[in-house]
């Protein structure tokens, strides 16, 4: 699940070479075993598994998992939806975001500044789930103003690493 507090406090000032070599090895292949991770670092297993363990509790590792090909789902059609609201109450901004927070279709939304309030990814099967989408998310909320919607015609790029070198320089 993820967890927006993480990503306010300074994890990277806490972090050592290890710690980052650690988390860019997971990056890669989190399905690796400790034993194997371990000797990839250059620590002992039960060192490393502290260091792993440290690292979850931080917040630093937020989860891990298979990334599959939504396709495997049935799942052919990608959108990126602006959403501009009406208002902008506290109130209405958080009703918006419990109401995509609950929709199994969207896979990623953004709370914006700029043209937009919010930027949704959502993942369907066709123009059709689309629609309803649309409907259930978009048309029937009265604080919607408009939404735009930006079909994907190919994924160029799909990467859910981060460059940890930033982290090296900035450190």
């Not at 590792?61 to 990608?78: K, Q, S």
């Not at 208002?87 to 700029?114: H, M, N, P």
Request: charge should be positive; glycine fraction near 6%; aromatic fraction near 6%.
């Amino acid at each position: 699940m993820f967890r927006p507090d993480v990503g306010r406090c300074n994890l990277s000032a806490r972090l050592d070479e290890i710690d980052l070599r650690i988390l860019e090895e997971l990056q890669r292949d989190s399905s690796r075993t400790n034993v194997r991770l371990a000797r990839i670092v250059g620590l002992s297993p039960p060192a490393c598994l502290r260091r792993v363990r440290r690292l979850r509790a931080s917040g630093a590792i937020h989860r891990e998992m298979a990334v599959l090909d939504p396709r495997i789902a049935g799942l052919h059609m990608t959108v990126l939806a602006g959403v501009v609201l009406e208002r902008e109450s506290r109130d209405l901004i958080a009703a918006f975001k419990r109401r995509v927070l609950e929709d199994q279709a969207v896979a990623q939304c953004w709370y914006l500044t700029g043209q937009y309030d919010f930027l949704v990814l959502v993942r369907v099967p066709d123009i059709t789930a689309y629609e309803a989408l649309g409907e259930r998310l978009f048309h029937s909320d009265p604080n919607v103003k408009r939404y735009e919607s930006l079909v994907v015609l190919d994924e160029v790029k799909r990467d859910f690493t981060l460059p940890l070198g930033t982290v090296r320089r900035a450190g």
